[in-house]
């Protein structure tokens, strides 16, 4: 066992998390498999179960768990541990913070943050989840977390903490999280926000005290990584008017044809055609993704009104287009690539994300509505 978190600390640093020595004693210290007794789907769609032939290795692997599936769609799961360790380290945890989680699942990221010497409030919609959350942290002797039955939204009322993480994938951010991540010291809120059909994980920070609910603060925030989490339930997912579409099966789709030859030699990798994802969505609020029919895996396109068409940007800055307003999708697609080369090629981490309470007046969220290149 030993060797196996050993393995699984370096796997987790060689897929490119920043690991402090403290992040490495968390991972190297809390039993993950005490975490998922019940199991988790293998990618074929079977369970595997504690004891079943390479059950501890994908345990110790750099792959999320999915641990609740409800009508064919996961609801419940442990995160990829790289992913975990890239939101943990911009969460900048200090011993003795006060740390409100969104979306406790199995609540192993709950006990990474309490080995890290946090006291944790963790939050969960599904009371199942909540009561398999408790019992983890007992059976793996975890102290110092509080297991929470609810909708993240509200957070914790009349309660104030240092930190806020949220490990679900969210429209905006919650107006009682502003007001509650009131501290001397405040910290980041680390959240994956939808952009463009995924969920960059932000940053996020306010100016000025979050204690009224209306929030008059400035809100901004910056990307720390790309990310594809399940989506929440509730008014944290609500739709709002700078909403790109939802991603589209490939069977939605009309067909497509090129409209733009290919533009570099060498296709983009996936960390610079993240990039150009992201900056897409900021230009277009028609930017998500696709499986674009006749070609693999998930392409960023700017999908029409329609829903079926528009145009698909490719690795190689081809442009497919179909549809019934082809042409102009299909101009629009390569302006956004033209203007991408024009501004040196921005990452995603280069945008000053600005956010703006919208939303249902009800239920308002604070979503990003203005983004400056800064670096
Ligand atoms: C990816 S899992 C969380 C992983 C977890 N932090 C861990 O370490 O295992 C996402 C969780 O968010 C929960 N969730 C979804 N919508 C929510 C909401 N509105 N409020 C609170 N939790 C929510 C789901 O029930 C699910 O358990």
Redesign the pocket.
Same mark, same amino acid.
């Given at each position: 066992m030993t060797d196996l978190r050993r393995r699984y600390v370096e796997r987790i640093r060689r897929d490119g998390a920043p690991l402090s020595p403290q992040l490495s004693e968390a991972f190297a210290s809390v039993p993950r498999e005490l975490?998922v007794t019940e199991g988790f789907q293998r990618r074929d769609g079977t369970w595997a179960r504690p004891g079943s032939a390479g059950f501890l290795e994908r345990v110790y692997s750099n792959d999320v768990l999915v641990t609740?599936v409800d009508g064919g769609v996961p609801?419940?799961?442990?995160?990829q541990p790289s992913l &975990?360790a890239i939101m943990l380290a911009a969460l900048a945890v200090q011993p003795g913070d006060r740390v409100l989680?969104?979306?406790?699942?199995?609540?192993?990221?709950?006990a990474l943050l309490t080995a890290l010497g946090a006291r944790v409030t963790?939050?969960?919609?599904?009371d199942d989840?909540v009561a398999r959350a408790r019992a983890a942290l007992q059976r793996a002797g975890v102290e110092g977390v509080r297991v929470v039955a609810?909708?993240?939204?509200a957070g914790v009322p009349n309660e104030h903490f240092d930190r806020v993480i949220v490990?679900?994938g969210v429209a905006g951010l919650s107006p009682h999280w502003l007001a509650q991540a009131e501290s001397p010291r405040p910290g980041p809120i680390v959240v994956p926000v939808e952009h463009a059909g995924t969920h960059p994980v932000l940053a996020v920070h306010c100016a000025a005290s979050g204690s009224d609910v209306a929030g008059p603060g400035v809100v901004t925030g910056r990307v720390v990584c790309s990310s594809g989490? &399940?989506t929440?339930?509730?008014p944290?997912t609500a739709r709002h008017p700078g909403a790109h579409p939802h991603p589209v099966p490939a069977t939605a789709l009309t067909a497509f044809r090129p409209a733009a030859p290919s533009r570099w030699e060498h296709s983009l990798d996936s960390l610079a055609y993240r990039d150009l994802w992201y900056a897409a969505g900021v230009w277009s609020t028609r930017a998500t993704h696709a499986a674009v029919p006749g070609r693999d895996g998930s392409t960023l396109i700017l999908l029409d009104e329609e829903g079926t068409g528009g145009a698909a940007i490719l690795p190689d800055g081809m442009v497919l287009a179909g549809g019934a307003q082809e042409r102009e999708y299909a101009a629009a697609a390569a302006g956004i690539v033209d203007r991408w080369e024009a501004a040196s090629r921005p990452p995603m981490q280069a945008w000053r994300i600005t956010l703006a309470r919208t939303g249902d007046s009800a239920t308002p969220i604070w979503c990003p509505t203005a983004w400056d290149l800064v670096d």
């Open positions: 975490f609740k609801v419940s799961s442990s995160s &975990m989680e969104i979306g406790a699942g199995t609540g192993y990221n709950a963790t939050v969960d919609v599904q989840v609810g909708d993240g939204y490990t679900v989490f &399940m929440a339930a509730g944290l």
